[in-house]
Every structure is written in structure tokens, then in C-alpha cells.
């Protein structure tokens, strides 16, 4: 399917389409899938019943989007390209963040942190409107961005088996060395490298508005940093040897 180039008002139309079809129906699939991983919560995960469908639902999300990100972005002619399937892939993930959010909200148990919100609202609302006429040019790095989620199925997967008290097993150390390693490859080089190309564009090419620059440019900062955060702290309780259930 080729990208619709035509004008102004046909890109506005298929991507304002697309997020009234896929936003909404992504968001009631996340919402449906957790009624369904609620009735199967482990013994030993008794007491925090919506951690564990929370980290459950993130890691399947995290299978899904990475491994559509990986394959579009493999089977694409050119390293960086503009295609339509980067922004439904991008409305299916604004669609989870925003149960995501909804279902941290409503929890009575605390689950969601401070930027953890930020990233779900940022992602959800902000990044999508970003992608609008007449900043259609920021979609062509979606799937850049959206290959963290090799990273997450790693980081989800140490999480459940933290919670199941399997923190000392040899899989849960390989999933956090698995994690480790995909860290650079699939979230923090690929995302400086959206950075750096909204940059390339604005300043070298003039390809990206001004506008669209000043939109976009905070954003990838604090994907960034938070993604590097988070690196951060699982190191640093992992040198710490934290034996607390289900912190990170």
C-alpha cells in the first residue's frame, strides 16, 4: 500500500480515519484482553491481583507492537520510509497506553509512577497529534521508535517472574542480561537516531516546519529519558541485590 502523498486535507483524512477506527477498538481489545488475564492470576500473585494482569497485558503488548515494528522496518525499501502501517501500528499502541493509563488509574493498588503516566500521555495524545498535517514527516521514524518494544518483552518478562518469587532463577538473570543488551540495540541507539534526524531535518534539510520541530523535539528527549531511567534503576537495584517483589 503506498502512502497517500496527494495533499493536505487526504493526509488529514486517512490518519483522522484511522485514529476514530483503531484508537477506540485497540483500547476496548486491551480492556476485554484484561477482564480475561483477571480470572488467571497466579497463587502467589493473590494480593496484587492488578500488578500482575497490568505486567501480563504490557508484556503481550510488548510481543505484538515490537514484532510488527521489526518486520515493517525490515521489509521496508529504505531504512527510514513514510507507509501507512506506521501510523495504525502507532494508533493500536496509543489505543493500549491510553487503558494502560485508565486501568493504573482506576486500580486500587499502586502500579503507575510519575513518568510512566507522561510516557502513556505523551505517546497516546501528543506523539499521535504530532503526526498530523503539517508534521506528516515525523511518521516516517514511528517504527524507529517503536522497536523498544523488543526491549519491553524482556523487561515485562523479569517483571512477572520477580512477582512469581523467581528473581534467583537462571531465566530471570537471562531475561535482565537479554533486557540489557536489547536496551541498546532496539530502544537507545534507535531513538537518539530519531533524535538526531528531526534534527538533520530542521537544521540540514529543511524538510521538518518549524512548528513540527518544536512539537516533536521535547518529545523524543523525554522518550529518551525516561527509557534511559529506566535502564538506570534496574541496574542499580540489580547491584543492590533488591529482593522486593515486583518493584522495577
Excluded at 500488578?51 to 501480563?56: D, P
Excluded at 499502541?93 to 493509563?101: E, I, L, T, V
Excluded at 503539517?134 to 526491549?151: H, M, S
Aim: net charge positive; glycine share 6%.
Amino acid at each position: 500500500m503506498d502512502t497517500p502523498h496527494a495533499s493536505f486535507d487526504e493526509e488529514f483524512t486517512w490518519k483522522g480515519k484511522a485514529v476514530v477506527v483503531i484508537f477506540p477498538t485497540s483500547f476496548l481489545f486491551f480492556t476485554a484482553l484484561n477482564r480475561l488475564v483477571s480470572h488467571y492470576t497466579p497463587e502467589k500473585c493473590a494480593g496484587y491481583p492488578d500488578r500482575w494482569t497490568a505486567y501480563v497485558i504490557s508484556w503481550l503488548h510488548a510481543i505484538l507492537n515490537g514484532s510488527l515494528a521489526l518486520v515493517l522496518t525490515l521489509s521496508g525499501r529504505e531504512w527510514v520510509e513514510s507507509t501507512p502501517w506506521a501510523f495504525y501500528l502507532h494508533c493500536m499502541s496509543a489505543g493500549y497506553f491510553a487503558y494502560d493509563a485508565v486501568a493504573m488509574g482506576i486500580s486500587k493498588e499502586q502500579i503507575g509512577s510519575f513518568d510512566i503516566y507522561l510516557h502513556h500521555i505523551l505517546c497516546a495524545f501528543f506523539v499521535t497529534a504530532s503526526q498530523f498535517p503539517p508534521c506528516g514527516q515525523v511518521t516516517i521514524f514511528v517504527l524507529w521508535d517503536y522497536l523498544c518494544e523488543i526491549t519491553n518483552v524482556f523487561l515485562h518478562g523479569r517483571k512477572l517472574l520477580a512477582m512469581l518469587g523467581r528473581r534467583e532463577s537462571t531465566l530471570y538473570k537471562r531475561l535482565n542480561g537479554l533486557f540489557l543488551v536489547t536496551f541498546f540495540i532496539f530502544r537507545f541507539f534507535p531513538q537518539v537516531f530519531v533524535f538526531v534526524m528531526l534534527n538533520f531535518d530542521f537544521w540540514f534539510t529543511a524538510q521538518l516546519p518549524l512548528l513540527c520541530y518544536v512539537i516533536s523535539i521535547p518529545q523524543q528527549t523525554i522518550v529518551v529519558l525516561i527509557g534511559s531511567n529506566i535502564a538506570y534503576q534496574i541496574v542499580r537495584r540489580s547491584k543492590r541485590g533488591h529482593n522486593k517483589v515486583a518493584t522495577d
